[in-house]
């Protein structure tokens, strides 16, 4: 049985990784180096944790704090290109589906921050949560405008039960179904953290 083809959709940690205004920005501190004379190579990292690829956890716009369920983050998903949201009231997916939605925010450079990125509108969201979507992936910084203080995306898509993928590479991914992987680090109490997402293709 052939194995799947692997596309990586996610973007680098690097010093010049673009974060969201007032982030701290990924940076990597050498404690001990072989060039120094020491036994191994070992770093300290520090950065946002919403740098790069990254899921949003409830804690982030103050809902309960909980381990978040992973079968949100393993399973059947569809990738879908959007150049009108308009046009999504005319689609429908099976359900539980991991939608991720391919803009033209996937053509922004990692290393600069694009404060009119492409962002879900109202509508979307409501499609979502009409579809019982379980997750949803962008390739923008933020499924809410970057001037948003209230967050509502967010919100009504925890209040769903959807969750929050952000900050995709979809470059590589052609609209279509896909199996997704993108599970989030077990870090108590969280806020987000950053992902190694991929999809796999039979």
């Known amino acids: 049985m052939p194995l799947p083809t692997i596309i990586?959709?996610?973007?680098?940690?690097?010093?010049?990784?673009?974060?969201?205004?007032?982030?701290?920005?990924?940076?990597?501190?050498?404690?001990?180096?072989?060039?120094?004379?020491?036994?191994?190579?070992?770093?300290?990292?520090?950065?946002?944790?919403?740098?790069?690829?990254h899921v949003d956890l409830p804690y982030h716009f103050g809902f309960e704090v909980e381990e978040p369920s992973l079968e949100a983050f393993v399973g059947p998903a569809v990738v879908i290109e959007v150049n009108d949201w308009a046009a999504l009231s005319d689609l429908t997916i099976p359900m539980s589906r991991r939608v991720l939605f391919k803009t033209r925010n996937s053509r922004t450079e990692s290393t600069r921050f694009d404060a009119e990125f492409d962002c879900l509108p109202p509508t979307a969201t409501d499609w979502l949560i009409e579809n019982k979507a379980v997750l949803v992936g962008v390739d923008g910084p933020s499924v809410d405008p970057v001037d948003s203080k209230e967050l509502d995306n967010h919100k009504r898509l925890a209040s769903a039960g959807i969750a929050v993928l952000e900050n995709l590479d979809l470059t590589r991914a052609e609209p279509g179904e896909y199996d997704l992987i993108a599970l989030p680090l077990k870090v108590p109490g969280a806020d987000a953290t950053w992902v190694r997402a991929v999809l796999l293709k039979s």
């Open 8 to 53: 990586d959709i996610s973007r680098p940690l690097a010093p010049d990784t673009a974060v969201f205004p007032g982030d701290v920005p990924f940076s990597r501190l050498w404690t001990l180096q072989m060039e120094a004379g020491d036994s191994c190579n070992v770093s300290e990292i520090r950065g946002s944790s919403h740098a790069g690829t």
